[in-house]
């Protein structure tokens, strides 16, 4: 099994910039592939973007292409979604979330991963 703690969420204006992270602990080694997803109040949950442990690029959905930065640390197990430029219709709770499968690519559905952490709100004042 694998834990997801995502820490980092808050109420921030428009045009402020975040700070999420994403600390992995279990079986990390049984993933391959990190990501972020959103769901906005009456939405469906929507990619946000992801990374391989391995390699160094990282893949955004056209929303947050940008404007949003996926980091992770091998070291700490530990993901970062750094969100800038926000804007009113970026709240929502986000979700990491992590799989066992190596995708590579902009790969939108949430049903490819494993593993899901709790969220953490972020809420962008007009």
């Known amino acids: 099994q694998v834990q997801l703690v995502e820490s980092g969420g808050g109420v921030v204006q428009a045009g402020g910039s975040l700070r999420l992270s994403c600390a992995a602990s279990?079986?990390?080694?049984?993933?391959?592939?990190m990501a972020w997803f959103r769901q906005a109040p009456g939405k469906e949950r929507e990619f946000v973007g992801s990374?391989?442990?391995?390699?160094?690029?990282?893949y955004y959905a056209d929303s947050v292409r940008g404007r949003f930065t996926i980091s992770r640390d091998n070291a700490k197990n530990t993901l970062y979604l750094i969100v800038s430029s926000l804007k009113p219709e970026d709240t929502a709770v986000y979700y990491c979330?992590?799989?066992?499968?190596?995708?590579?690519?902009?790969?939108?559905?949430?049903?490819?991963?494993?593993?899901w952490g709790q969220g953490t709100q972020v809420t962008v004042s007009s």
């Open positions: 990374i391989t442990w391995i390699g160094g690029t990282a």
């Open positions: 979330a992590a799989a066992k499968a190596f995708i590579v690519g902009v790969s939108t559905t949430d049903k490819t991963y494993d593993y």
């Open positions: 279990g079986r990390t080694s049984s993933t391959n592939t």
